[in-house]
């Protein structure tokens, strides 16, 4: 079975500057796999070029079957990012947001709704307007359009931030039965202890190089 995610000598320039210098990285399907790395390294940067996001400048890059090197949007549709942006609506509720990013995947208003339960935002929080949210409220709401959307790659960057330790375990809980369904979910994170007890493997950025 071919890996969900291949790099093989990835380039990849933001600002003239090479953020990945020859990256190199093979993940599996069902994998959860953690990237570890200083500010700076390169994680964020991959994450993005495997989400389409970044240009490929030289390099092969495969995800879930498509040349993202000659079409960086062929597999953005089973794709979910989370950066340090939540990228959601302020002036919609919680259960509208979760509700427009579900059927950007054709997601139905019961898997919405689990989505919201999931993510413990279900009943009343569900109708509050995200402006009225805290910092960790937004990132429950972020997650579960993640859900909602059924990805089958995950990009996580510093997922754990802004959650409370009972978010924080709902996380994990909710990746590891996304891993267990067949979704590949990479995590980049400077929480080492928790990321690295979620993880099958971990692998160092250093220099936008990949060292296993």
């Known amino acids: 079975m071919e890996p969900v995610v291949h790099l093989s000598g990835v380039v990849a320039v933001l600002g003239g500057f090479p953020v990945l210098a020859g990256a190199d990285l093979d993940v599996e399907r ?13 994680k964020t940067s991959l994450l993005r070029l495997c989400a389409g996001l970044l240009p490929v400048e ?4 495969i995800v879930l079957g498509h040349d993202i090197a000659a079409d960086r949007t062929a597999a953005r549709h089973r794709v979910g990012l989370l950066g ?7 002036d919609l509720s919680v259960a509208d ?25 279900s009943g009343r929080l569900a109708k509050v307007p995200v402006a009225r949210l805290s910092a960790g409220q937004r990132r429950r709401t972020a997650l579960a359009c993640l859900v909602a959307r059924r990805a089958e790659l995950w990009l996580l960057d510093e997922p754990h931030a802004g959650l409370d330790a009972a ?5 994990d809980a909710t990746l590891r039965e996304a891993a267990a369904a067949g979704a590949t979910v990479m995590v980049a994170s400077h929480e080492l202890e928790r990321a690295g007890a979620l993880a099958h493997r971990v ?3 250093v220099g936008g190089q990949v060292r296993e």
């Not at 069902?30 to 570890?36: A, F, S």
């Not at 947001?97 to 898997?111: D, I, L, M, P």
């Open 30 to 42: 069902g994998e959860i796999l953690l990237l570890r790395g200083p500010n700076g390294a390169g």
């Open 58 to 61: 030289r390099g092969e890059a």
């Open 84 to 90: 340090h942006a939540n990228g959601l609506y302020a």
């Open 97 to 121: 947001n979760v509700a427009f990013w579900g059927a950007t995947a054709g997601a139905t208003q019961q898997e919405v709704a689990a989505s919201l339960d999931r993510m413990g935002l």
């Open 167 to 171: 978010g924080r375990d709902d996380l």
């Open 203 to 205: 692998v160092d950025i």
